[in-house]
T-cell receptor, first 114, second 112 residues
Framework: EAGVAQSPRYKIIEKRQSVAFWCNPISGHATLYWYQQILGQGPKLLIQ????????DSQLPKDRFSAERLKGVDSTLKIQPAKLEDSAVYLC????????????FGPGTRLLVL | AQSVAQPEDQVNVAEGNPLTVKCTYS??????LFWYVQYPNRGLQFLLK??????LVKGSYGFEAEFNKSQTSFHLKKPSALVSDSALYFC??????????FGAGTRLAVHP
């Protein structure tokens, strides 16, 4: 079974530029999550989709971050404009969606904002 | 509000010795608890979870975890550590809308 795919793996940009990350979840998983992991910290949820609807985006900085999940499969996360403090690893995860189900993570995208 | 604490930034153990990585939690209602491992430049890999049932949960790579409701703990254990177990370990609890709330992580260093 193929895992969660993410691209790119690494990205270096200058502040105020824009960047986009892509995620393809495990086939059949209805729920998709984007987490931000700052160095030295545990991952923090940014946004959660159930199919193509947003379930929780309470911790998404909506003035600069946006995300979409068209057709309930792939998802993109965008940052525009980026700030220095956005330097982090962005992890995508997916699950069947029920409370007891395990979330499976992709390899992550490491973003460095200069 | 749900929260997780990993009181040790780093755990050092000699190869072949037993290891324990500590985790305590705070939840309202039934806790759903998880352990993940992260190797350098890799995503999180699922190790094991506690949903209900036996307090001792067995997982991948010989790891197990003991759920203790009275102490609100979910410590990760392995009877005999390997150098290849050296990595960053995260404990997590399910929060609202199924999101995972992670601890800050514990770095495990296994020395030959």
């Amino acid at each position: 079974e193929a895992g969660v795919a993410q691209s790119p793996r690494y990205k270096i940009i200058e502040k105020r530029q824009s960047v986009a990350f892509w995620c393809n979840p495990i086939s059949g998983h209805a729920t998709l999550y984007w987490y931000q992991q700052i160095l030295g910290q545990g991952p923090k949820l940014l946004i959660q989709f159930q199919n193509n609807g947003v379930v929780d985006d309470s911790q998404l900085p909506k003035d600069r971050f946006s995300a979409e999940r068209l057709k309930g499969v792939d998802s993109t996360l965008k940052i525009q404009p980026a700030k220095l403090e956005d330097s982090a690893v962005y992890l995508c995860a997916s699950s069947f969606g029920t409370e007891q189900e395990t979330q499976y993570f992709g390899p992550g995208t490491r973003l460095l904002v200069l | 509000a749900q929260s997780v604490a990993q009181p040790e930034d780093q755990v050092n153990v000699a190869e072949g010795n037993p290891l324990t990585v500590k985790c305590t939690y705070s939840v309202s209602g039934n806790p759903y608890l998880f352990w993940y491992v992260q190797y350098p430049n890799r995503g999180l890999q699922f190790l094991l979870k506690y949903i209900t049932g036996d307090n001792l949960v067995k997982g991948s790579y010989g790891f197990e975890a003991e759920f203790n409701k009275s102490q609100t703990s979910f410590h990760l254990k392995k009877p005999s550590a390997l150098v290849s177990d050296s990595a960053l370990y995260f404990c997590a609890v399910k929060g609202g809308y199924n999101k995972l709330i992670f601890g800050a992580g514990t770095r495990l260093a296994v020395h030959p």
